[in-house]
């Protein structure tokens, strides 16, 4: 018995401390008076753009959030079509698709090469991909990860300079049941702490390789961040991992519906300024 409670003394000594957040209404409405402040020539200038994204269920979540914006606000004319084969696609349009298998990044890695292999079409435009929560475990070597994504996507910049391409940062889940955590540290195994420190890790490399050099699309950053501006993570050491805030999600992993149409908005605007009107246009 003496020795369950030591090792339960040492399980808690070593958790990570987390930082308390207020509990935000998960109905809370979503502020899309940003997407307002859109010229009429940004929007034309999208809707003309051919763009590709290759994701799984997150990227699912926040094109659902695309498309429920679309709806009641149709005159950003944005096309949303769903192919792995972009340059079949006639005109601008959003296109997308599942690429490769969770669990298994390099699938991803390969499955996107091979949706480029034919570009996007006359003109070129925009293609990006985005790794699962479920690609960047515990034991994932995030360097080797890290390192073969940007070796392919310098090589990808060579093969397609007609394409610009953007880079999304790996989605986060939430901590979990702190129960359950401490039973699994006591058994040795990891924990979903664990996980989302490999996770920041991931995109602590990426944001220091493109951020300000190329365009990034910070979907962590959007995941940790509440609705008053503060941030939902934990202290691990001299380290600050950051987490899903519980409010934008229903399974601690997923965007909810609050969480999507968030999530959309910000990726309508990102998409906005990077298809710029041409030159001259008002």
């Not at 070593?14 to 935000?24: G, I, K, L, M, N």
């Not at 699912?60 to 695309?66: D, S, Y």
């Not at 909810?256 to 910000?266: F, P, Q, Y």
Request: glycine share 8%; proline share 5%; net charge neutral.
């Amino acid at each position: 018995m003496r020795s369950s409670l030591r090792l339960l003394a040492c399980v808690l000594l070593a958790a990570p401390a987390c930082r308390s957040q207020a509990v935000h209404s998960p109905e809370s409405p979503v502020d899309m008076s940003a997407l307002s402040q859109v010229s009429d020539a940004q929007w034309k200038a999208l809707a003309g753009t051919r763009i590709f994204f290759g994701h799984q269920s997150v990227g699912w979540n926040i094109l659902e959030g695309v498309q429920a914006l679309l709806a009641r606000q149709p005159s950003i004319g944005l096309r949303i079509v769903q192919s792995s084969d972009p340059a079949r696609v006639d005109g601008g349009a959003l296109v997308h698709a599942f690429i490769g298998t969770n669990g298994q990044p390099e699938t991803k890695l390969a499955a996107f090469d091979s949706v480029l292999a034919g570009g996007l079409g006359p003109g070129g435009g925009i293609a990006m991909y985005k790794y699962c929560f479920l690609d960047i475990t515990a034991a994932t070597d995030v360097d080797a990860l890290f390192q073969a994504y940007r070796d392919n996507m310098a090589r990808l910049h060579q093969q397609h300079p007609d394409i610009r391409f953007v880079h999304l940062t790996a989605p986060l889940t939430v901590n979990g049941n702190p129960v359950r955590n401490l039973l699994k540290r006591a058994l040795g195994k990891p924990t979903a702490a664990d996980f989302n420190a490999h996770r920041n890790r991931y995109n602590a490399l990426l944001r220091a390789e493109y951020a300000g050099k190329a365009p990034l699309f910070d979907l962590a950053a959007f995941e940790s961040t509440h609705a008053d501006g503060s941030r939902e993570f934990f202290t691990r050491g001299s380290d600050t991992v950051y987490t899903l805030a519980p409010e934008l999600t229903d399974d601690g992993a997923h965007l909810n519906a609050n969480g999507r149409e968030a999530a959309a908005v910000r990726f309508l605007l990102f998409l906005a300024n990077l298809a710029r009107p041409a030159s001259g246009t008002p």
